[in-house]
């Protein structure tokens, strides 16, 4: 029989993700979806307390910050566009007014921080290996004084003239990988870390230019993780651009991965990486997560109250098997409150 596909075969974690396990995530857009996914399955996670990061320097960059408890100052912000904003966060932390975006940077920074202590599984996306460097006499107008150096997370459409636009090394990214591990194992010795490289293609840099980007991430943390141990490969980038390899897997815009891929990476991701014992409870969660999204023809109804009812009965009986997870939202909702 022809088979006109290549499956990728992925050979389970030596050690792998359980419930009473905490997670962090850190990285490109694709890391939202994979949390996404933990969370509704009930996985203790934190994502992105930076935003969405697509560079290797940025990513480790925003980790070490959160293992020495930065705390961000007025003079750590610039003004642009009738925002506060910060060259190493995300626009999502940009603000009108200075205190409120201060405040939110700090309070992320904060729960990291108590996060990451203990953390048991560090999952990192990395998106790109371009990077945007300050041009060597920036405008004083965007420079926030308290910058480390002069890679920014984000541009916050700042004219591009006022950057150098680069693509690290191979070696460039393998060295900040290996400092990052040094200062997470101080930090927190029993931490894992997962690598995946985000299969969204970076077509504005170029199609070569991104499989050129692609190719120097995947080097770099191949190197780290047959150096190390803790360190693992999930193979996301590979399962969306080899095994799936059509245009049908992603949305309209022809670079992200649509519905269909993210499911079957996270199908995957728990075949290699989520102990088996979690299986039962992320069926019932399926199910639950499904009545939870439905919307009743008549909420008044017999038939809805029982149907309430029913489920916060399974839900009840999840959180006396379960004690040490939270099922406060569900069971808020099948109470009808």
Known sequence: ?????????????????NHRQKLFLSGSC???????????????????????????????ASLVSYIEQKRYSEED????NELWNS????SRFSHPDKQTALQQINSSQQAAHAFLKQTNWLILTLGSAFVYEWMEKPSSLYRAKNRANDIVANCHKVPTDRFRKRLLTAEEVF????????????FN??????????????????????????????????????????????????????D????????EDMVHPNYLATAYVWEKFTDACIDPHCYALMKEMEKINIAVKHRPFNPSSAAHRQFLSSYFSRVQALQDQYPYLSFTEELKYFSGS
């Open 1 to 17: 029989m022809t088979n006109f596909r290549l499956a990728l075969d992925i050979p389970a974690f030596p050690q792998k993700i």
């Open 30 to 60: 694709f890391t939202e979806h994979i949390t996404r996914q933990l969370r509704s399955n009930k996985f203790a996670t934190i994502e992105n307390p930076n935003g969405i990061l697509f560079n290797p320097v940025s990513i480790a």
């Open 77 to 80: 912000l610039f003004y642009y």
């Open 87 to 90: 060259w190493d966060h995300h």
């Open 175 to 186: 060295t900040v990988l290996d400092n990052l591990r040094y200062r997470l194992m101080l």
């Open 189 to 242: 010795p029993a931490i894992k870390v997962i690598y995946t490289i985000s299969p969204v293609r970076h077509a504005r840099d170029g199609l070569v230019e991104n499989n050129k980007s692609k190719a120097i991430l995947i080097q770099a943390v191949h190197h780290i993780v047959e150096k190390f141990e803790d360190h693992f490969y999930f193979p996301a980038y590979e399962l969306v651009i080899d």
């Open 244 to 251: 799936l390899r059509d245009y049908r897997f992603y949305a």
